[in-house]
């Protein structure tokens, strides 16, 4: 331990403190380089990046970026975490999904790392009578169970407590939860489901399994549909409260009732959105539990899983980046069960590598970058508390304009959560289209000559509800285009790069054409002449000032030889050239246009 002098640290003493005005000054002059003439507040706006639900980033951070007091790990509002002592005596509960269950898997995982199962059970899932075959050889009072049956919860949970009465497990060791969300089974299908029945269950657990929940409030189904992190924020809270009012009023105690509920959220490969967002839902719960008079039992209990919405299909091991950073994210953010999902989860049914890696993520930054040894690392940091700060004031205004539309089954019905989620993920669309969010592997840096991964289908999930959308859909419909082709003629579509001038005139641009067109499944052909390529469409790559001199006479030579039509890798107007392709154009249009014109259906 370091002892600090008597007049503190002094090795900065002699340097002047800066101010925040200085550092703008600063701004301003690196901006005004770059032709853009802006002044203080203003320089640093410049510099800020737009976030959805009207949040925005701001470049730097500083004590003057106040944010109410987080409190203490383990108390009220919970923003540092339900419990005191947080993750540091095991880590959080490592949950493995199975929408299957091969023989050995289960064990498998519970011998390798893994401490709790999420089963999803009943239709398009584990079939009923199955789990006890499924469960075979499992320490049910040492390994958490959790369901996720649909519609058919009731019978699901009713066999699992027959388990656990076969085996004589002691009601008081039981732990895990039965999954009934029948808020979020009417999100994903559009069928309602009675409360009735999920009462009972929740009776059945508050009177005799103090360790097992009855009830999953599962903000995936928003997000899955589009909707930004206020939008999952605000519709678990008023999914909660409506499960709060039945709990109440089919005879459990406020505190019984809270005690019955967990809550599932998406954790993504943006870190600082997912520790705020996970931070900020315990404080709106904590919230809920302090106006319905029982502060003291509002600590969230948090089941963070890997988002589904950011897994490509198209070079998939790169989920396995995405997966990592959003499982650090997770388990920073103070959630107590993380599930990473397999980086072949968008193919379909994970094989025993991609589970091993699964499992192994959690454990790697547990047991090796001890990442738990810390409680709330993130706590302190002005820009994480900022950004909770933030988002839980959006979350709360989405939470009170459902509550005013009727509640959480009310909008649902009406239509109205769909069409909120809907217009959040027609903008994020456009973001994606002009790869202002990049998807490394789809629409920047394809690989067009990948072997493809195979897996055996999964099970159909629930549908009929909200849509379950993908960040690579729009660039998925597009490989699968190149990808038909290539089956019916045995090459892709192509494309001929023609440079001009040096290297280092053309270089830059002829390696932002290539990946561009390649993320549409477009071939780029760089040797040889235009005749040789096999193409009928051409990119120009070079500089300004090249252009100036000879593009208008290189499209005319190009088109004489035969190109339909000349694409110009950058900006301007110049005589010849059919269409332009630069940073921040709609690549999806663009893609989608070319290989219309290539006759690519």
Same mark, same amino acid.
């Given at each position: ?204 657990? /508050?009177? *005799?399994?103090?360790? +097992? &929940?009855? !009830? @999953?409030?599962?903000? $995936?189904?928003?997000?899955? =549909?589009? %909707? ?9 809270? /008023?999914? *909660?409260?409506?499960? +709060? &009012?039945? !709990? @109440?009023?089919?005879? $459990?105690?406020?505190?019984? =009732?809270? %005690? ?16 705020? &967002? ?5 404080? $709106?719960?904590?919230?809920? =539990? ?312």
């Amino acid at each position: 331990m370091t002892v600090l002098p008597d007049d503190g640290l002094s090795l900065a003493a002699e340097f002047p403190d800066a101010t925040q005005e200085q550092w703008q000054r600063l701004v301003e002059g690196v901006l005004r380089k770059s032709g853009r003439e802006v002044s203080g507040e203003a320089a640093e706006d410049a510099l800020s990046t737009t976030l959805e639900d009207g949040l925005r980033t701001r470049p730097l951070y500083t004590a003057r970026d106040t944010a109410p007091d987080p409190g203490l790990p383990g108390f009220a509002p919970y923003v540092r975490g339900g419990r005191p002592e947080g993750g540091a005596a095991g880590g959080w509960d490592v949950r493995q999904r199975h929408t299957a269950a091969p023989d050995g898997a289960l064990l498998a995982d519970l011998e390798n790392g893994v401490t709790s199962l999420w089963l999803l059970a009943g239709r398009g899932g584990i079939p009923v009578p199955g789990l006890a075959r499924a469960l075979d050889g499992v320490y049910l009072d040492l390994a958490p169970v959790v369901l996720d049956a649909g519609q058919d919860t009731g019978a699901a949970a009713a066999e699992l407590f027959r388990l656990y009465d076969e085996k004589g497990v002691d009601p008081k060791a039981v732990r895990g939860n039965l999954g009934a969300d029948p808020l979020g089974y009417e999100a994903r299908t559009g069928t309602a489901l009675p409360f009735a029945p999920v009462a009972d269950l929740a009776q059945r657990c /508050a009177a *005799g399994f103090p360790g +097992l &929940r009855a !009830l @999953t409030v599962d903000a $995936l189904p928003y997000h899955e =549909a589009g %909707g930004s992190a206020a939008q999952e924020l605000g519709a678990s809270l /008023a999914t *909660g409260v409506a499960y +709060l &009012r039945e !709990l @109440t009023e089919a005879g $459990l105690g406020v505190e019984q =009732a809270l %005690g019955q509920l967990e809550f599932r959220y998406a954790a993504t490969a943006d870190q600082f959105l997912t520790i705020a &967002r996970l931070r900020a839902a315990r404080r $709106l719960w904590a919230r809920v =539990a302090e106006v319905s008079g029982a502060a003291e039992a509002g600590a969230q209990v948090q089941h963070a899983v890997t988002s589904p919405v950011m897994m490509s299909r198209r070079d998939p091991w790169v989920n396995m980046l995405r997966t990592t950073v959003a499982t650090l994210a997770a388990g920073v953010g103070g959630a107590d069960s993380v599930t990473v999902l397999p980086f072949d989860h968008a193919i379909g049914l994970p094989d025993a590598f991609a589970r091993r890696i699964a499992r192994n993520t959690s454990t790697i930054l547990i047991e090796e970058s001890h990442l738990a040894r810390v409680i709330d690392p993130a706590g302190g940091s002005w820009y994480v508390e900022k950004l909770t700060d933030e988002l839980a004031h959006a979350g709360w205004e989405f939470f009170r304009s459902i509550e005013r539309d009727g509640g959480q089954a009310a909008v649902l019905r009406s239509g109205r959560l769909r069409t909120d989620l809907a217009t959040t993920w027609a903008e994020r669309s456009k973001k994606l289209a002009k790869r202002r969010e990049p998807v490394t592997g789809v629409s920047e840096f394809p690989f067009l000559a990948e072997k493809p991964v195979v897996r055996e289908p999964a099970p159909e999930p629930p549908s009929g509800g909200l849509p379950r959308v993908r960040r690579d859909e729009a660039y998925e419909e597009l490989r699968a285009r190149s990808d038909a082709h290539l089956a019916a003629t045995g090459s892709r579509p192509r494309i001929y790069l023609a440079t001009i001038g040096p290297a280092a005139a053309y270089t830059a641009r002829a390696g932002f054409a290539a990946n561009l067109f390649q993320a549409g499944g477009i071939e780029p052909v760089t040797e040889g002449t235009f005749e040789e390529s096999g193409a009928a469409e051409v990119v120009l790559c070079s500089s300004d000032a090249l252009y100036a001199e000879q593009a208008a006479q290189q499209a005319e030579l190009l088109k004489a030889a035969g190109a339909r039509h000349v694409v110009l890798a950058g900006r301007g107007e110049y005589t010849g050239i059919d269409s332009y392709v630069f940073a921040g154009c709609d690549a999806v249009a663009v893609l989608s246009e070319t290989l219309d014109r290539m006759g690519v259906s």
